[in-house]
């Protein structure tokens, strides 16, 4: 079952999850994505909720703890990172990828040496690629702006949790100001202390699952509705 059938627990019909699926692309969204998973799971998780190459999507993806993969690794089959509308940001390895047009717009991109703390660049940097493409094409239709950010994890290890919340808010609030779609990964268990904390902050939870031998597995709980989904293929 892919999540265009999923349905809470509970009801006969999909109509109710869908229309708050709906709700959240229109009006914006920033997502917590959970669960004990695998760096593979996490990246497959990515690429889906970045959406497919063949739609009109603007992708921004900030990777604050790369490990073995890049982060050109996380882009949809057919998106490559030299594409106008992919922003991509490695902390650790310290590389972007930026559009072209970027050199010749009115743009600040945080340095190393400009006395911030990382998290602090990494949040000017996002805000920074998610203005200039608001501004590049006149503004952006709902859920074409895509941001995905990884991870909390590692936020929530090196600072304490009001910094982690602050930059939250400030990067969520962008992201709902253009109606855009923003995920956040953090790999812990869903009733992990850490994403009690921060799951306020969001407007969605989405579970991840692998199981042997069977494919990954998603559910959404969405607090609003105090509803969660039966588990879907990812």
């Known amino acids: ?14 109509d109710e999850f869908q229309e708050v699926l709906k709700r959240l ?11 004990a998973v695998s760096e593979d799971v996490t990246v497959k998780a990515t690429r889906t909720l970045l959406g497919a190459s063949n739609a009109e ?10 490990r073995t993969e890049t982060v050109r690794e996380r882009l ?17 390895a310290r590389q972007r990828s930026v559009p072209k047009a970027v050199e010749s717009a009115a ?26 493409f608001s501004d590049a094409d006149g503004g952006l239709e709902p859920a074409e702006l895509r941001l995905s950010v ?3 994890a590692r936020m929530a290890h090196e600072h304490d949790p009001d910094r982690v919340a602050r930059f939250v808010r ?11 779609m923003a995920h956040y990964h953090l790999p812990r268990p869903d009733d992990d202390g850490v994403v009690e904390r921060l799951s ?16 990954t597995e998603q559910r959404w709980h969405v607090p609003e509705h105090d509803q969660t989904t039966e588990w879907v293929r990812l």
């Not at 079952?1 to 999909?14: I, N, P, V, W």
């Not at 949809?76 to 902390?91: A, T």
């Not at 743009?107 to 200039?132: C, F, K, M, N, W």
């Open 1 to 14: 079952m892919s999540l265009q059938r999923a349905r809470f627990r509970g009801d006969c019909s999909t």
């Open 25 to 35: 692309k229109h009006d914006g969204c920033n997502l917590l994505v959970t669960g």
């Open 57 to 66: 999507r603007k992708r921004v993806v900030a990777l604050a703890d790369s």
């Open 76 to 92: 949809p089959p057919g998106v490559e990172s030299d594409d106008p509308n992919v922003w991509l940001i490695d902390q650790d």
């Open 107 to 132: 743009v600040t991109i945080p340095s190393a040496d400009a006395g911030q703390s990382a998290l602090g660049r990494l949040r000017e940097e996002i805000i920074a690629a998610i203005d200039y």
């Open 150 to 152: 990884s991870s909390l």
């Open 170 to 180: 400030s990067v969520s609030a962008m992201v709902r100001g253009v109606h855009g």
């Open 200 to 215: 306020p902050l969001f407007d969605a939870r989405i579970e991840l699952r692998k199981r042997d031998g069977l494919p």
